[in-house]
């Protein structure tokens, strides 16, 4: 689902791979809709309520109201201190809607 993105081995040779990370998409577009999804995503993973779209160059926790010293002190604070570029993919993946009866 995700493109294929050219990068570099670890001696400098290119090699091609799936996009791995929100600012490995090809276009403004895709950020944006792999953005709202992660928002959706995070939101219900960790049981918080947006107040906006992750955002691409800023921490997570901002999309969530939360300060600086709160995501440091929350339980998935390295999530939360990640930039929207810096998303991994994984985040990125529509989920399955619960229903009551589940």
């Not at 309520?49 to 939360?66: E, N, S």
Request: charged share 25%; proline share 8%.
């Amino acid at each position: 689902m995700w493109p294929i993105v050219e990068c570099l081995d670890s001696v400098g040779r290119p090699y091609l791979r799936p996009a791995r990370v929100v600012g490995e998409l090809l276009d403004r577009e895709q950020r944006i809709t792999a953005l709202e999804m992660a928002t959706l995503n995070v939101a219900r993973e960790l049981g918080l309520t947006a107040v906006r779209r992750i955002g691409a160059g800023v921490p997570t926790h901002v999309a969530f109201g939360l300060t600086r010293p709160q995501a440091k002190a929350h339980e998935a604070r390295k999530l939360l201190m990640t930039a929207g570029t810096d998303l991994p993919l994984d985040y990125c993946q529509p989920q399955p809607l619960v229903t009551a009866a589940e």
